[in-house]
């Protein structure tokens, strides 16, 4: 029973995949390997820039901001995200970006698990 229960931090955890806790990209028998959901622990310094925009997306996205200011580009939309529990959705085929306006931390949950996308 206790091979299928994990006990961690999301900092320390994340560290090594970007801030990626859950996915696909885990090994098989880990409980947080998943097919159906990814989720992410990101903590993002001032002025951090997706480098490039998402173009298109196969899978559905939440990001909820625990702290900071953070803005996610969207082909019609800027949004800020200011206030803690802020948190925009957006769906399949929706290309996007973002940008920390301050050091913040956001949770992100893509779904589903796509292999052969780069964990980040």
């Given at each position: 029973?206790?091979?299928?229960?994990?006990?961690?931090?999301a900092?320390?955890?994340?560290a090594?995949?970007?801030g990626?806790?859950?996915?696909h990209?885990?090994?098989p028998?880990d409980?947080?390997?998943?097919?159906?959901v990814?989720i992410?622990?990101?903590?993002?310094?001032p002025g951090?820039v997706?480098?490039?925009?998402?173009r298109?997306e196969v899978r559905?996205?939440?990001?909820?901001?625990?702290s900071g200011?953070f803005?996610?580009?969207l082909?019609?939309?800027?949004?800020?995200?200011?206030?803690p529990g802020?948190y925009v959705v957006?769906?399949?085929g929706?290309?996007h970006?973002w940008r920390?306006?301050?050091?913040?931390?956001?949770l992100?949950v893509?779904?589903p698990s796509v292999a052969?996308?780069?964990v980040?």
């Amino acid at each position: 029973m206790s091979d299928q229960i994990y006990v961690g931090n999301a900092v320390v955890d994340g560290a090594a995949d970007d801030g990626w806790l859950l996915g696909h990209f885990r090994p098989p028998g880990d409980p947080r390997h998943s097919d159906e959901v990814e989720i992410k622990w990101g903590v993002h310094p001032p002025g951090e820039v997706r480098a490039r925009w998402v173009r298109g997306e196969v899978r559905t996205a939440l990001l909820v901001l625990v702290s900071g200011r953070f803005r996610v580009e969207l082909p019609d939309r800027s949004v800020l995200l200011s206030e803690p529990g802020d948190y925009v959705v957006w769906g399949k085929g929706v290309d996007h970006s973002w940008r920390a306006e301050e050091l913040s931390t956001v949770l992100t949950v893509r779904w589903p698990s796509v292999a052969g996308y780069r964990v980040g």
